[in-house]
Each structure stands twice: as C-alpha cells, then as structure tokens.
C-alpha cells in the first residue's frame, strides 16, 4: 500500500495476510500428514478466496490513491499506469483460471 494508506488501512491488510499465513502453513500440515484431499482442497480455495480479497482491498486503494493523485485530480499517465496494473492482475486471475481448467481436461 502507498505511504498515504491509513494506519487502520495498513493494519487491516495485514492482518488478512498474517491470516491467510496461517492458513498456509495449516495446509502444509495437512499435506504432511496426508489428511482428505477434499479437505485441503476446501482450504486451498478457502486461502485463494482471501488473497483474492485482501488483493482487491490492497488494489482498490492503490487506485483510488493513483487517481487521486497529490493535486486531486486524475493524471493521464498515472491512469494508464493504473490500468495497465489491474490488467495484469486480471490477466493473472485469469491465467489461473484456464491453467484448472487445462488441467482437469
């Protein structure tokens, strides 16, 4: 997040992501101990769905902030520099999303 997130803002990201550590390392136990792959499939998307969350929180501020700018009034070039970011990041989701779907084929 930019220098100009909130503290309320910067802590409340960072608790999404120490969460989804946790959840992380919960499902490296469950690997080693060779528990229900239902299971740990439950929590993988469980933990995709929270970084996709706290990304979209992290994102839309950074956006807002982007836009915003230090005169208050949108910039072409940072509005390109904004799209061009959330393109990648839809691109990435995307991608993602068509490797599962080539891989159960």
């Known amino acids: 997040m930019t220098d100009r997130a909130t503290e309320s ?3 409340q990201s960072l608790t999404r992501l ?4 946790g959840q992380v390392r919960g499902i490296q136990r469950m690997i080693e101990e060779e ?3 239902e ?3 439950a929590q993988l998307l469980a933990v995709r769905a ?3 969350k706290v990304s979209l929180h992290i994102m839309t501020h950074h956006i807002e902030q982007c836009l915003r700018g230090d005169t208050g009034v949108a910039e072409r070039e940072r509005l390109e ?5 959330f ?5 990435s989701d995307a991608a993602a999303a068509v ?3 080539s891989e159960r084929g």
Not at 18 to 21: L, P, S
Not at 81 to 85: A, D, E, L
Not at 87 to 91: C, G, I, P, Q, S
């Open 9 to 11: 803002e910067r802590q």
């Open 18 to 21: 120490r969460r989804i550590e």
């Open 35 to 37: 528990r229900d792959c």
């Open 39 to 41: 299971a740990i499939a």
């Open 50 to 52: 929270a970084l996709d």
């Open 81 to 85: 520099r904004v799209i061009g970011f």
């Open 87 to 91: 393109l990648r990041f839809a691109e």
């Open 99 to 101: 490797d599962l779907d």
